[in-house]
């Protein structure tokens, strides 16, 4: 059974209910427990668990460290295009937003990497938009192969593929794979994806399953909290990552919990999770999966950053950029918009005036912590734990 007959079946609705209508007792035996079931996660993240929230930190803290030890992995993405044939509303890379364009080539790929590896970076997420006249499976293989000759460890955040597709990019040197689910709440869905190969749901809920058969060690997923009701996003991802460690058991499994930011298209987020829910979450997710990885991004301000680094966060970015040559400036003499599938010659200066800087490409969406790599780093450092830039190499396989 894939988990999308497994997803099916659950009641989310009803634990969404349970969630909403437990009481602070409830919620204080759930935290005592050493296994949790999805109902005890509904109370994890239920209003009377907020009540709670220091008890639940504290927990939450001495678990990571149980498991992971006092250290924080850093990543880095790297923007491979920002060209894409969907249509996703809270998206910058949305087909029909009048963006400043380009794909990188493998040597300009190369470069941004390089100046990436010069700070100390040797894991990275190569992220593209959706498009294959662009984004085809062999310029993806390519990238990873020239990348991952430097860099340890290479992951992808890429439109989903079939088993077979995925099978060159594993044997190029990718090893984990990251797709969100964005939102599970199926109306939803369907309102906000309203063109291209995404609006399937169910393809990329079974994207993780397809990957794993094809060989990546490392499946990351997450829903993007702003579309659709937190708990039942919370809850739905929890369901996930249960059934992937169930079924997936030889991959490591992680979980991201990105909140939506201002990016091209100016998309307003439906529903909010506040700073205190967001905290709620992360411990909540830790209590429920010990051994997951949970990652957090520049998505989020500096200061909730430093907050919730030691209370279960195990893998971080720093220093990011969204656009493509966002790290060195690659490829910005090729920028340009795309009209239909066609590329079209831009005024630069045009461009350039209406945004206020160069003529870099638009980005996915605006970071909140603009900090260095090396002031994060440092930081980590200060709050007691240690940095780690590498803990993978493909010859630990061999």
Known sequence: MSFVAEFNSLPLESLV????????????????RENHSLTDFARLISPAANELLEPMSRRSQAITQQRFGKTIRLFAPLYLSNECINNCKYCGFSRDNPILRVTLSVDEAMRETRALAAQGFRNLLLVAGEHPKFISNGYLADCV??????????????????????????????????VYQETYDRIIYDALHTVGPKRNFEWRMETPERA?????????IGALYGLADWRYEALSVAAHADYL?????????????PRLRPCAGEFQPLTHVTDRELVQLVCAFRLMFP?????????????????????GITLVSAG???????????GKEKIHQTVRGQIVETGASEWATAK???????????????????????????????????????????
């Open 291 to 311: 051994d997951v990885g949970l990652v957090l991004s520049t998505r989020e301000p500096a200061k909730l950053r430093d907050g919730l680094f030691p209370l």
């Open 17 to 32: 209910r349970t969630s909403l209508g437990a009481s602070v007792s409830a919620a204080r035996e759930t935290l005592t």
């Open 356 to 398: 206020g800087v160069n003529t870099n490409a638009t980005g996915q969406f605006n970071i909140a912590d603009e900090r260095p790599a090396e002031e994060v780093t440092k930081l980590i450092r200060r709050l007691g734990y240690e940095p780690v830039w590498k803990d993978w190499d493909a010859a630990l396989t061999v």
């Open 145 to 178: 192969a020239a990348l991952s000759a430097e860099i340890p460890s290479v992951s992808l955040e890429v439109g989903p593929m079939e088993t077979n597709e995925y099978r060159p990019l594993v044997e190029a040197g990718a090893d984990g794979l990251v």
């Open 212 to 220: 794993y058969i094809a060989g990546f060690r490392r499946l990351g």
């Open 320 to 330: 990011s950029h969204t656009e493509p040559g966002g790290y060195t400036g690659a």
């Open 245 to 257: 460690q169930r079924s997936c058991w030889k991959a490591q499994v992680t979980i991201s919990l």
